[in-house]
């Protein structure tokens, strides 16, 4: 079964440094999402993209917060200055369409960023 | 907007009984998605049972189905034979029918012990 693929599992960084997240969705699905998880907490919408914009992003997603869809493929969330609030689960997720089979997320493994 | 609660943030059952765990919505919109998805201790979050507000029956998916209260606008997940395996963190999420790029709303979530 196809799935989403997330690199790298696991990223440290320190404060102020960039990095960048990456997805490779499901090739046939259209809809592109990044959620957090701060450890133990709820899951939380950061941003939607489809046909190649923005379609939707949260109060979290600020000026730091951009992504990007390079190649047709690969899907990053890219953090310009990381801060120490910034550690979390990064889960990239997407879904084909919106139809009676065909809105669940799915989801990646989730890369897991730690800012010390 | 909408809102999703679970009130439960801890069950436990155990192995080969049924538990039942809650989950609550708030929204004015009349057509809409909801799902149950599972979070096991490797982190990833895996679907469980999805629903289409308009459909009247409950879906079922082998040992788990849901109990859809549109007006009373409830959602619970009864997962029957509990096994072990189904030892995770659960979540309940709503998605709007109306925005194809739209975000997925999640409750805090319940994490499900299972007692050999």
């Known amino acids: 079964e196809p799935e989403v693929t997330q690199t790298p599992s696991h990223q440290v960084t320190q404060m102020g440094q960039e990095v960048i997240l990456r997805c490779v969705p499901i090739s046939n699905h259209l809809y592109f999402y990044w959620y957090r998880q701060i450890l133990g907490q709820k899951v939380e919408f950061l941003v939607s993209?489809?046909?190649?914009?923005?379609?939707?992003k949260s109060e979290i997603f600020d000026d730091q917060f951009s992504v990007e869809r390079p190649d047709g493929s690969n899907f990053t969330l890219k953090i310009r200055s990381t801060k120490l609030e910034d550690s979390a689960m990064y889960f990239c997720?997407?879904?084909?369409?919106?139809?009676?089979?065909?809105?669940?997320?799915?989801f990646g493994n989730g890369t897991r960023l730690t800012v010390t | 907007a909408q809102t999703v609660t679970q009130s439960q943030p801890e069950m436990s059952v155990q192995e080969a009984e049924t538990v039942t765990l809650s989950c609550t919505y708030d929204?004015?919109?009349?057509?809409?998605?909801l799902f149950w998805y599972k979070q096991p201790p490797s982190r990833q979050m895996i679907l469980v049972i999805r629903?289409?507000?308009?459909?009247?029956q409950n879906a079922t998916e082998n040992r788990f189905s849901v109990n859809f209260q549109k007006a009373a606008k409830s959602f619970s997940l009864k997962i029957s034979d509990s096994q072990l395996g189904d030892a995770a963190m659960y979540f309940c999420?709503?998605?709007?029918?109306?925005?194809?790029?739209?975000?997925?709303?999640f409750g805090d979530g319940t994490t499900l012990t299972v007692k050999p």
């Open positions: 993209f489809y046909n190649n914009e923005i379609s939707e």
């Open positions: 629903q289409e507000a308009y459909k009247q």
């Open positions: 999420a709503y998605r709007s029918a109306f925005n194809n790029a739209g975000k997925s709303t």
């Open positions: 929204t004015s919109e009349s057509d809409y998605y």
């Open positions: 997720a997407s879904s084909e369409r919106l139809g009676a089979d065909n809105s669940p997320l799915h």
